[in-house]
């Protein structure tokens, strides 16, 4: 989230504030923080990092690898 938006998905005063904001709210969209584009595929792969329910989340790197690499896959077949 970081590196594609330039900030960190959650802020807060204290540790306990932070902690809170990470277990009960979700992430800001990334319209919400971005003055540029970014493919909906790769919202949604750093959205799923982010979720809130561990359930919804990539459950190995594994996983998380092959989403990124049939983006980049899909990506480098649409480039001329």
Known sequence: FEVLTGRIPYS??????L???KTEEP???FAEVM???VSDELQM????CL???PAVRFQSMDELKDAL???YNEDQQQSP
Do not use: F, T
């Open 12 to 17: 807060g005063e204290s540790p306990l504030e």
């Open 19 to 21: 902690m809170v904001r």
């Open 27 to 29: 992430p800001p969209g």
């Open 35 to 37: 003055s540029y584009s």
């Open 45 to 48: 792969i750093v959205m799923r």
């Open 51 to 53: 979720a809130l329910e």
């Open 69 to 71: 690499m049939r983006l």
